[in-house]
């Protein structure tokens, strides 16, 4: 890496003393949290490090996520499990169909979490996925349980439960302070999706 007009910049990489897989929960009412756990799986990409994201909630609608990590030459694996968000936004799918596609994105979770391919695994929304129901305590404790000493979890969505943030290494809580869809702005791609 150079700047303009000087000589090459020396980039130093730290490595830390002891390697431990984090978990780390992301949640809160305002905007930013799978767009901070895709900035997480960009910053793994440039370390070489494999990542899985399992989406609970996301796949009736397209979400540019999804091209982009194309972009990142096959270390980012992105799996759209769900049905859109249950019982909001029109969306017509039946309780139980949602909560059998969440049923489906915990096995698949657990798949790769045991797979030993992946140094990150990412569960976008599942916070959500256990505030409806669609998937159970016992089953987001359990994953927890499993984790690889190595493998950072990351797990996303509003209403993180108090078990969950119990035991996760970092939580991050987005506060909405302003959003455009109050203005009754429409969702913009690139920003919102």
Avoid at 64 to 85: M, R, S, Y
Avoid at 117 to 127: A, K, Q
Avoid at 131 to 153: F, R, T
Wanted: with cysteine.
């Amino acid at each position: 890496m150079t700047t303009k007009g000087s000589a090459p910049l020396v980039i130093n990489r730290l490595q830390p003393k002891i390697r431990k897989g984090l978990t780390v929960v992301i949640t809160g009412n305002g905007k930013g949290k799978t767009t901070s756990a895709l900035g997480m799986a960009l910053r793994a990409s440039g370390h070489g490090m494999r990542v899985c994201i399992i989406q609970f909630m996301k796949g009736d609608l397209y979400a540019g996520e999804w091209d982009g990590i194309k972009q990142l030459g096959g270390t980012v694996e992105l799996h759209a499990t769900g049905k859109g968000f249950c019982g909001i936004l029109g969306n017509p799918y039946p309780w139980a169909e949602h909560r059998a596609n969440a049923q489906d994105a915990i096995d698949l979770a657990l798949a790769k979490m045991g797979s030993g391919v992946f140094d990150m695994l990412i569960l976008d929304e599942i916070n959500n996925a256990l505030k409806l129901k669609l998937v159970d305590l016992e089953q987001v404790l359990g994953i927890l349980a499993q984790k690889p000493a190595l493998m950072h979890l990351v797990l996303t969505g509003r209403d993180a439960h108090p078990e969950v943030i119990e035991i996760a290494d970092t939580v991050s809580e987005i506060v909405e302070v302003k959003h455009a869809y109050r203005k009754e702005i429409e969702p913009q791609p690139g920003i919102d999706y």
